[in-house]
């Protein structure tokens, strides 16, 4: 059986860097948005070894050649935001973001996030 492609949650770059993921078994790509949460990761990292840690993660991403936020996903925000809202459900704005990006590729997210629960549409991988 050949690898799954899925689009990568933030979780799961934390989750690499730390030791608590050792293996993936899917073909990765990721959002911008999780770009810029790496982004700031290495800019508020609190010592040196930590920045070059982080920074180590961020490049490692930006070889997954990361998917922008276009048209598509923006439409796929929209709707998603409604439908959380009609649910009574809250999602934080980076990771609807993240979400939509999935929902508009018809990639499952990969992710440590428990807050991916239950989002409408969205196929998610836990690890």
């Known amino acids: 059986m050949g690898t799954l492609r899925a689009l990568a949650d ?6 690499l860097e730390q030791g608590r993921i050792s293996s993936i078994r899917h073909s990765l790509t990721l959002s911008m948005i999780t770009i810029g949460e790496l ?4 800019l508020n990292a609190a010592d040196p070894a930590a920045r070059a840690a982080r920074l180590r993660t961020l490049q490692s991403a930006l070889a997954l050649d990361p998917l922008p936020v276009d048209d598509q996903v923006a439409d796929a925000w929209a709707e998603l935001r409604v439908a959380l809202r009609a ?4 999602l934080d704005l980076n990771d609807a973001w993240i ?29």
């Not at 933030?10 to 989750?15: E, H, K, N, R, V």
């Not at 982004?39 to 290495?42: A, D, E, H, N, T």
């Not at 990639?107 to 239950?118: A, E, H, I, K, N």
């Open 99 to 127: 979400a939509a990006t999935a929902i508009a590729h018809g990639l499952p997210l990969v992710t440590q996030d428990r807050d991916y629960r239950d989002v409408p549409g969205l196929d998610v991988v836990a690890l």
């Open 10 to 15: 933030t979780s799961l770059f934390i989750g």
């Open 39 to 42: 982004r700031l990761g290495v």
């Open 87 to 90: 649910a009574g459900r809250r």
